[in-house]
Nanobody, 124 residues
Framework: QVQLVESGGGLAQTGDSLRLSCATS????????MAWFRQAPGKRREFVATINTSGSSTHYAASVKGRFTISRDNAKNTVSLQMDSLKPDDTAVYYCAGSRSYPTTSSATQYDYWGQGTQVTVSS
């Protein structure tokens, strides 16, 4: 059974940092591109960042580029999202996702597995 479990969310203030982690099991982690998406209340789920299987290639949404960093540890089957200079607009539920077939894609439909999400709330 494939499981993706996010952690590290919480309450932050503008300018703070948070680090999200996603622990995976039940899949050959090193064969999956991984990504983070987020969904704010009343809005559609949106792409945040993705990383390829080896970690050599990353891609970010324009809204987070330069503030967020995605990384992975294939030995520990985890993917992380370092979030710096947080803004209230970053408030959302953050989801990690894995794609077996696509190296780095921002399309949610191309991800095979999803976690349950972790809430990030940024106050001004």
């Amino acid at each position: 059974q494939v499981q993706l479990v996010e952690s590290g969310g919480g309450l932050a203030q503008t300018g703070d940092s948070l680090r999200l982690s996603c622990a995976t099991s039940g899949l050959t982690f090193s064969s999956y591109a991984m990504a983070w998406f987020r969904q704010a209340p009343g809005k559609r789920r949106e792409f945040v960042a993705t990383i390829n299987t080896s970690g050599s290639s990353t891609h970010y949404a324009a809204s987070v580029k330069g503030r967020f960093t995605i990384s992975r540890d294939n030995a520990k089957n985890t993917v992380s999202l370092q979030m710096d200079s947080l803004k209230p607009d970053d408030t959302a539920v953050y989801y990690c996702a894995g794609s077996r077939s696509y190296p780095t894609t921002s399309s949610a439909t191309q991800y095979d597995y999803w976690g349950q999400g972790t809430q990030v709330t940024v106050s001004s």
